[in-house]
């Protein structure tokens, strides 16, 4: 270094923000999308034996839910960075709850994870929920 403290914390700075940009411009930033297709193709790519009954695409565009035929699994996709993640669990695994128009997951894993799945209306996330976690007694 020069020795002079001011200059260092100057030269650093400079450095943070040219690496900042450089990330910025090679895109970073950029989030996946999740639709019908993409959802459908990474569950089928991640867990080819799930049999897909009925899909819930999130309004967002950042994650979507596949019930099984038989009803007694379900597998989520979700956006993370600019790539799609699945998870798949079975009925009462994971903590579900109504919020507005939203299903909300709470899948219990260490990073304390909460997905948040927008459905079109109040009454369609009821309707999924109910599908999801079974009737609440």
């Given amino acids: 270094?020069?020795?002079?403290?001011?200059?260092?914390l100057a030269v650093s700075l400079a450095g943070?923000?040219?690496?900042?940009a450089v990330t910025y411009v090679l895109g970073a930033y950029k989030s996946a999308t999740v639709s019908a297709s993409t959802a459908a193709d990474r569950l089928a790519f991640d867990?080819?034996?799930f049999k897909v009954g009925s899909w819930l695409i999130g309004a967002d565009g950042k994650s979507a839910a596949a019930v099984s035929a038989?009803?007694?699994?379900?597998?989520?996709?979700?956006?993370?960075?600019?790539?799609?993640?699945?998870?798949r669990f079975r009925k009462g695994a994971v903590g579900l709850e109504k919020d507005g128009a939203s299903v909300v997951f709470r899948l219990g894993e260490p990073s304390?994870?909460?997905?948040?799945?927008?459905?079109?209306?109040?009454g369609a996330a009821e309707q999924w929920l109910l599908r999801l976690a079974g009737p609440r007694l």
């Fill in 112 to 122: 304390r994870r909460v997905i948040r799945l927008a459905a079109a209306d109040p």
């Fill in 1 to 8: 270094m020069t020795g002079n403290l001011i200059l260092d």
């Fill in 16 to 20: 943070i923000v040219v690496i900042v």
């Fill in 47 to 49: 867990e080819p034996d």
């Fill in 70 to 87: 038989d009803g007694a699994e379900t597998a989520l996709v979700l956006a993370v960075g600019d790539g799609l993640a699945t998870r």
